[in-house]
């Protein structure tokens, strides 16, 4: 920034001194000295700011003529010297030049000036934007001093207000409601969708932005919580939202719609909000998640020209993006393609030809969803959404820990592939799950079924007989048991039996019973009437042991023990038979 401290040198507080005659207050009329050193003594915090403010300042005394000003005032402004030629112009010089180069739009440059000045006399604190025909955009503030002065700043706001811009249109096209409040919990920002969603009426918002506690208080007072004592709800609403903690919950209202709703707090200390309408579009809600810091994955916006605007950390870290990449601007799309692809991220290939087909693609402007597996082993979901203006809007959302728990599941589903009843691995996490889970004073049985005679139907009949008994056999079982109950077979003729919500050890008997007596019935296999036997040995959980091993292994010398005393038998594990 250049420095002004020359244009801006002021007098030290005090009297005005004879050095004043080389200051630039000697161009001031002798007879405003006086009156010119009250109106910097009552601004004296511009002596900090002149060597640093970054826009322009300009002072004016109480007959409103141009006291002194910064260069930053002539190059923000475009004031050219020969406007100072003559020393400082008053405000309504300043008024006429800018409305004779059509600062004002086509006027009428005197009628323009009355006003103006009408307006300036008038001794009103002001603040608002102002757009200049260079497309500058400059936030101007005025605040009249004690004595009749004026003070006013100018700050270069251009990228800011094109960045709220940027985000009023995400908030457009966002598929739901979302609020902005600050440190002090007050809103700072929401759009139309959110006052629709929650059927917040215009006049809440007549006198400015509502307070977190006032739409609590509103919500309340409508019955959107519920019964209850209104200050009550407020009171602990109001508590939770102070604690700024990240929150994810699904709200369903009176009439019967649910909002997904999110909050995230923010470093500066205030909080977002967003709200989808999850009634009826919850998979488009998904692929156009919240756009702000709140978002549970990376997220990226492109313009037309598909060069990146927005993206937060979550991206960044998602994707091991370095920060270097994002020093001075942001990366146009193309060269995050070919960044990806120098290190590997798309497999082998001619590095422009996999950038050149990735662009290709892009350009097409087409929604997509698909899964990509990085280097290093994670699953990214990613979703991308064409924006009105021919931007593009891409998320990504880390699903690692989701595939693996569903390949597991899938792995430990498989079952046997004769009988069609589960394996050994799925029965073993059933009953792991189902001791963890036994309730005080209940049981579950463990039962170890072995066929009595089934090698002779082998020997006699051939393997084919054989499998398709040990298909019937499986068939009895699962009809003798109940559906919440599991009978895998653990390979050859053995089974095991998980019988679950046992009060009494009768049930376990009757259930052993019920088998014995259905395997025992003559099978009708391939025009062969065979006649087998089964043998059963039982232990219980929690009396016989509470862990998998200890359990099988005590069914298993029951079983031993039924099969000593002449098979066909049931007997329960008992400590003789250790």
Do not use: W
């Given at each position: 920034m250049a420095n002004n401290s020359a244009s801006l040198a002021l007098p030290s507080e005090g009297a005005v001194t004879a050095s004043a005659a080389q200051s630039p207050l000697s161009k001031l009329d002798r007879m405003n000295a006086h009156a010119t050193e009250q109106i910097l003594e009552q601004v004296g915090w511009l002596n900090a700011l002149r060597e640093h403010f970054p826009g322009g300042i300009a002072l004016f005394d109480d007959q409103l003529r141009?006291?002194?000003?910064?260069?930053?005032?002539?190059?923000?402004?475009?004031?050219?010297?020969?406007?100072?030629?003559?020393?400082?112009?008053?405000?309504?010089?300043?008024?006429?030049?800018?409305?004779?180069?059509?600062?004002?739009g086509a006027v009428d440059i005197e009628k323009v000036?009355?006003?103006?000045?009408?307006?300036?006399?008038?001794?009103?604190?002001?603040?608002?934007?102002?757009?200049?025909?260079?497309?500058?955009?400059?936030?101007?503030?005025?605040?009249?001093?004690?004595?009749?002065?004026?003070?006013?700043?100018?700050?270069?706001?251009?990228?800011?207000?094109?960045?709220?811009?940027?985000?009023?249109?995400?908030?457009?096209?966002?598929?739901?409601?979302?609020?902005?409040?600050?440190?002090?919990?007050?809103?700072?920002?929401?759009?139309d969708e959110l006052k629709r969603l929650l059927d917040y009426p215009e006049e809440l918002f007549a006198d400015g932005m509502p307070s977190m506690e006032d739409l609590f208080r509103f919500n309340a007072g409508r019955?959107?919580?519920?019964?209850?004592?209104?200050?009550?709800?407020?009171?602990?609403?109001?508590?939770?939202?102070?604690?700024?903690?990240?929150?994810?919950?699904e709200r369903e209202r009176p009439d019967g719609t649910v909002l997904e709703v999110r909050g995230h707090p923010l470093k500066c200390g205030g909080f977002v909000t967003t709200y989808l309408d999850a009634t009826e579009q919850r998979q488009r809600v998904r692929q156009l998640e919240a756009l702000l810091n709140n978002f549970p994955g990376g997220i990226s916006l492109f313009d037309r020209h598909l060069n990146m605007v927005l993206c937060n950390d979550e991206l960044k870290r998602l994707l091991d993006y370095p920060e270097e990449m994002f020093d001075g601007r942001m990366p146009t799309m193309e060269e995050l393609f070919r960044f990806n692809a120098q290190r590997g991220e798309y497999g082998a290939g001619e590095i422009e030809e996999i950038v050149a087909k990735k662009m290709a693609l892009a350009e097409q402007r087409q929604s997509h969803q698909y899964e990509r597996?990085?280097?290093?082993?994670?699953?990214?979901?990613?979703?991308?959404?064409?924006?009105?203006?021919s931007g593009f809007i891409t998320t990504y959302l880390d699903v690692t820990e989701r595939r693996e728990t569903q390949e597991?599941?899938?792995?430990?589903?498989?079952?046997?592939?004769?009988?069609?009843?589960?394996?050994?691995?799925?029965?073993?996490?059933?009953?792991?799950?189902?001791?963890?889970?036994?309730?005080?004073?209940?049981?579950?049985?463990?039962?170890?079924?072995?066929?009595?005679?089934?090698?002779?139907?082998?020997?006699?009949?051939?393997?084919?007989?054989?499998?398709?008994?040990?298909?019937?056999?499986?068939?009895?079982?699962?009809?003798?048991?109940?559906?919440?109950?599991?009978?895998?077979?653990?390979g050859g003729d053995e089974f095991v039996i998980l019988q679950l919500?046992?009060?009494?050890?009768?049930?376990?008997?009757?259930?052993?019973?019920?088998?014995?007596?259905?395997?025992?019935?003559?099978?009708?296999?391939?025009?062969?009437?065979?006649?087998?036997?089964?043998?059963?040995g039982t232990a219980f959980a929690p009396d016989h042991g509470d862990d998998v091993d200890t359990l099988l292994n005590k069914a298993d010398k029951a079983l031993y023990k039924s099969k000593e005393n002449g098979r066909g038998r049931h007997f329960t594990f008992d400590p003789s038979m250790e």
């Open positions: 141009l006291v002194f000003c910064n260069d930053g005032l002539k190059r923000l402004l475009g004031y050219p010297e020969t406007l100072f030629a003559n020393g400082m112009p008053s405000m309504e010089d300043l008024f006429r030049f800018n409305a004779g180069r059509g600062e004002y000036v009355a006003d103006k000045m009408a307006l300036a006399k008038k001794r009103l604190a002001h603040r608002y934007d102002r757009e200049r025909p260079n497309g500058t955009v400059l936030e101007v503030r005025g605040q009249p001093l004690d004595g009749g002065g004026f003070v006013t700043t100018y700050l270069d706001v251009t990228d800011q207000r094109r960045r709220v811009r940027q985000l009023e249109a995400l908030l457009v096209n966002f598929p739901g409601g979302i609020a902005l409040f600050d440190r002090h919990l007050n809103m700072t920002l929401c759009n019955g959107e919580y519920g019964d209850g004592d209104q200050e009550k709800i407020v009171a602990d609403k109001m508590a939770l939202a102070d604690l700024r903690e990240p929150h994810h919950y597996k990085r280097p290093n082993g994670n699953a990214l979901e990613v979703r991308g959404e064409p924006l009105p203006g597991a599941i899938a792995h430990m589903a498989h079952h046997d592939a004769l009988t069609g009843l589960p394996n050994r691995f799925l029965f073993l996490d059933r009953l792991r799950k189902a001791i963890s889970s036994v309730g005080r004073g209940q049981k579950l049985a463990v039962h170890y079924v072995d066929l009595d005679k089934f090698k002779p139907v082998n020997d006699t009949f051939g393997h084919k007989v054989g499998d398709e008994l040990l298909k019937a056999v499986a068939d009895r079982m699962k009809k003798a048991i109940r559906h919440a109950d599991t009978v895998a077979r653990l919500h046992i009060e009494n050890i009768s049930d376990a008997e009757a259930l052993a019973g019920h088998i014995i007596k259905a395997v025992t019935t003559p099978f009708e296999i391939l025009s062969h009437t065979i006649e087998i036997g089964t043998s059963i």
